[in-house]
């Protein structure tokens, strides 16, 4: 999912809110969905925020997407791998305290960091079921603008607890890299920044910087509706965990939505 709305949100449960849209259609299939996300504020922050979750899938039968949660592009499948290339949307950071449509953005602890401009990224996933009810995963987000802001990478595992034709369970871990780029935006603080700011100068190298995990569970209702709730822990660590801004390492995430297809 890309949406700045919920940009907060740790991209285990953003793929997790992205899965629940992602199942392989036989046929043309519009999907609608609405609800509330938890999360921190901007990646290493002690304060949260609510934002809603708009969900508005089309999915054709030949592979095509258009969602907010997935973005614009392509997925298919061969046999047990899956994957998909999109066009999405990174939400950018605020240095104040502000208040959208979205609620509380930003926060006064970013305050003479500058803003972080919202970038459009190439999106690249593959999955691959390893056992049948065991997927493996690997992700990039490669920005096409802001190419400063960097790129991240992500593997992960999802393991389907329970599956009924109404309901699904399911566990994931993940970790998450970044370039260097990535690493000095979303956690660095240069020269001007520390003076305009306070912090301390801090550099952080590319590699890992946060590890998740979450807890989804899916309902089916007659008539092509769903219930979807989610919860889960994100970490930060290496060098993102060091940081200046890092006012907390480990946070929690929920997210809970309906939906509708057609």
Do not use: C
């Amino acid at each position: 999912m890309n949406s700045s709305s919920i940009k907060a949100v740790p991209l285990l449960l953003l793929s997790l809110l992205a899965g629940q849209a992602a199942a392989a259609a036989a046929e043309n299939v519009f999907t609608v969905g609405a609800g509330v996300a938890v999360g921190s504020r901007y990646s290493g922050s002690d304060e949260h925020v609510v934002a809603p979750v708009v969900q508005l899938d089309y999915a054709m039968a030949n592979g095509l997407f258009a969602s907010t949660m997935r973005g614009l592009g392509y997925g298919g499948s061969a046999g047990p791998l899956k994957y998909s290339v999109a066009l999405g949307v990174r939400g950018g950071r605020s240095e104040s305290d502000e208040r959208g449509i979205a609620g509380k953005t930003g926060s006064k602890y970013l305050k003479g960091m500058g803003e972080i401009k919202t970038n459009a990224t190439a999106n690249f996933g593959l999955s691959y079921a390893i056992f049948e009810r065991v997927e493996v995963s690997a992700r990039a987000e490669v920005p096409v603008s802001q190419r400063d802001n960097g790129a991240s990478f992500g593997v992960g595992i999802t393991g389907h607890l329970y599956q009924t034709p109404s309901d699904t369970l399911s566990l994931s871990l993940g970790a998450n890299f970044a370039d260097s780029k990535y690493a000095k935006t979303y956690y660095g603080v240069n020269a001007t920044q520390s003076k305009n700011s306070g912090y301390r100068e801090f550099t952080p190298k590319s590699g890992l910087y946060g590890v998740d995990a979450g807890l989804s569970w899916t309902h089916t209702f007659p008539g092509k509706w769903s219930l979807t709730g989610m919860a889960g822990v994100s970490s930060l660590s290496g060098d993102a965990s060091k940081s200046p801004l890092t006012r907390k390492k480990t946070a929690p995430t929920a997210a809970i939505y309906v939906s509708r297809s057609f």
